[in-house]
């Protein structure tokens, strides 16, 4: 197992997903953050149905900062109950394991 994680979230806009990414990724709370464009995105909230275009957050961090990670998409999104879920890695190229680990902090 390796302290290297994933955090998804979503954005409603490009704009919204490039200033969360930026911010991350200045903080020093991610290594990396991947903007996937245009996702369709069908969920039941408040009771209905929706669907909506979103850009998709792959957000690349370690298990010390999540709590940090989670605080800030908080803090800059835009949704009253904006997505943060961490996935554990249990393998990866070491190198890159290693360049993760070094820019975060």
Known sequence: ???????????GSQDEARKIAHALVERKLAACVNIVPQIESVYRWQGKVETAAEWLLIIKTSAAAFERVRDA?????????????????????????????????
């Not at 197992?1 to 954005?11: G, W």
């Not at 800059?76 to 902090?105: A, F, K, M, Q």
């Open 1 to 11: 197992m390796t302290e290297a994680r994933i955090v998804l979230t979503t954005a």
């Open 73 to 105: 998409v908080c803090e800059l999104h835009s949704y009253e109950l904006p997505e943060c879920l961490l996935l554990e890695i249990s393998d990866g190229s070491p190198e890159y394991l290693t360049w993760i680990r070094d820019n975060v902090s």
